[in-house]
């Protein structure tokens, strides 16, 4: 099992700035990747930025330039740090590891996803 503990949300003006922080515990030793979501009002979650265990980092087109993802392997941390934040980044933010495990079938593995409480971000214009 993996816990996720998220911080950092809150309330900012539009072209501000916030980071989130993610702490991992459990078993980490596994996890693939680590990664933040967002749900906004009536939308579906979607994927935000994501970091593999060695370190490569993949983001959704409307954040690149302006999201940096980062992680702390001492402090077994992910950060988001959100710059010149629009109205439309307002959502609930979900931080998110996942790991392969075993399948119900024995012999086959899947992918076993972890999620953090969520943190609310709104961004005023």
């Known amino acids: 099992q993996v816990q996720l503990v998220e911080s950092g949300g809150g309330l900012v003006q539009a072209g501000g700035s916030l980071r989130l922080s993610c702490a991992a515990s459990?078993?980490?030793?596994?996890?693939?990747?680590m990664g933040w979501y967002r749900q906004a009002p009536g939308k579906q979650r979607e994927l935000v930025a994501a970091?593999?265990?060695?370190?490569?980092?993949n983001y959704a087109d409307s954040v690149k330039g302006r999201f940096t993802i980062s992680r702390d392997n001492a402090k077994n941390t992910v950060y988001l740090q959100m710059n010149s934040l629009k109205p439309e980044d307002t959502a609930v933010y979900y931080c998110?590891?996942?790991?392969?495990?075993?399948?119900?079938?024995?012999?086959?593995?899947?992918?076993?996803?972890?999620w953090g409480q969520g943190t609310q971000v709104t961004v005023s214009s």
């Open positions: 998110n590891a996942w790991r392969t495990c075993s399948g119900a079938v024995a012999g086959t593995i899947t992918r076993c996803d972890y």
């Open positions: 970091i593999t265990s060695g370190g490569s980092t």
């Open positions: 459990g078993s980490i030793f596994s996890i693939n990747a």
